[in-house]
């Protein structure tokens, strides 16, 4: 697995000139534009810390999300030579698209806390979370994985319509904005219902461990729910793809 790994992410980039830094570019390019439209051009309620710091804590786990599960959607396609071979163990391949994205994610947490650091904010017994945290988004988006890698091969759609749910959830998440931004109460109904995407849990557990200062266990009832679903979409999402595994191999 782990050498499948690091050749799938190795070979994504080969044949440019700049390699695995393309890898790197266009995350930080995006966070310049979402920094410089939402911290310098429009201004919201001010942060306990500079708004890039609070901004970096939300992108960082998104990315990663976004990556891993657009990734290891198209798994079994990318490596459908080896899910035709019947001694291959074909399970293992939504598990290595996702720890390559990995690779990237590990990169930008170091980024992340550097850049705390040029700010005078150096890190403390809380950025031990981050391997928390960091862990919560490996298994929600392993579990959503195997759901996913198994229907689009039999609805070849659904990798498009992922996108289209991403790019609305990066705005459904509170990444750029929070709810003092938008005038909402955390106790409002709106508030409530936008806490249910599991990524609120995340992006709100890295801004609590550099930024806030508060334990995961401070709040047990989203701890709950985050992991509660998460072993649900998990038990679901191998089923299924035991159930279909059979079929992948005549379809593609």
């Not at 266009?26 to 429009?42: A, L």
Request: aromatic share 20%.
């Amino acid at each position: 697995i782990w050498t499948l790994a690091k050749n799938d992410f190795r070979t994504k980039y080969a044949g440019s000139y700049l390699g695995i830094i393309w890898a790197f570019v266009q995350p930080v390019v995006t966070v310049m534009v979402y920094w410089f439209v939402f911290g310098v051009v429009r201004q919201g309620a001010p942060k306990a810390v500079p708004f890039v710091l609070w901004l970096v804590c939300g992108l960082v786990p998104w990315f990663f999300f976004q990556e891993a599960l657009v990734q290891s959607t198209n798994a079994l396609i990318e490596y459908s030579y080896l899910v035709k071979k019947v001694v291959f163990k074909i399970s293992i391949l939504p598990l290595i698209k996702v720890i390559a994205s990995l690779f990237v994610h590990i990169f930008f947490v170091a980024f992340t806390l550097v850049l705390f650091c040029c700010y005078g904010y150096f890190p403390d017994l809380y950025v031990i979370q981050l391997l928390y945290y960091s862990f919560c988004a490996f298994a929600l988006v392993l579990s959503m994985a195997y759901i996913t890698s198994a229907v689009v091969v039999f609805f070849r759609d659904l990798t498009h319509l992922i996108t289209i749910l991403l790019q609305i959830g990066i705005w459904m998440t509170p990444i750029m904005w929070d709810f003092t931004d938008m005038g909402i109460s955390e106790s409002a109904l709106a508030a409530r219902i936008l806490k249910l995407n599991p990524m609120y849990y995340i992006v709100s557990g890295y801004r609590n461990a550099l930024i806030d200062k508060q334990w995961f266990w401070e709040h047990p009832g989203m701890t709950l729910y985050f992991w509660a679903l998460t072993v649900i979409l998990f038990v679901f999402g191998t089923r299924l793809f035991q159930k279909l595994k059979v079929h992948f191999a005549d379809v593609l």
